[in-house]
């Protein structure tokens, strides 16, 4: 008689844990992979000192499994605040919501920025991106994003 109470209590365990792993999708230690491709890349020149200049890059977004079917798309910010180094705000926006990014960065051959927050199943999300250029003509990165919260 005690195997059935036991029984139940084990399966409750085992039901709420699933549940709990499968709702938190981007809690702590969740990694996202994914590659991108840039559309087009404006710059406004603010004057001679490049202090002021904005960059605007429009990218397309792509899955681990597949770099022909896009699954986003995003828009990076940037703002110069010296020759050599700018301010920079992404938003990257993916088919079950956002995730939003900022930082300062000198290149953007290999740079990480903060997650910021984000919206639908990244509402909150917090941690880091690390983006490494894997070609230039056209533009194309590897993002790594590592939510922790």
Known sequence: ?????????????VV????D???EATGP????????RQLDMHRYSAGNSG???VEIANLTLYGSSSATRPIGHAVLSCTFVSRSERSCDGTYVLPRGMIITGGVLKTRLLYTAAITGGTGLYNNAR???TV????????R?????????
């Open 51 to 53: 202090a002021g200049d």
């Open 21 to 23: 792993v499968t709702h």
């Open 141 to 149: 990165e590897f993002l790594l994003f590592r939510l922790s919260g």
């Open 132 to 139: 490494t250029a894997k070609g230039l003509k056209p533009r």
């Open 16 to 19: 709420g844990w699933a549940a």
């Open 29 to 36: 230690g969740a990694v996202t992979r994914l590659t991108d």
């Open 127 to 129: 941690g880091t991106l």
């Open 1 to 13: 008689m005690v195997a059935i109470p036991l029984g139940v209590v084990v399966a409750t365990f």
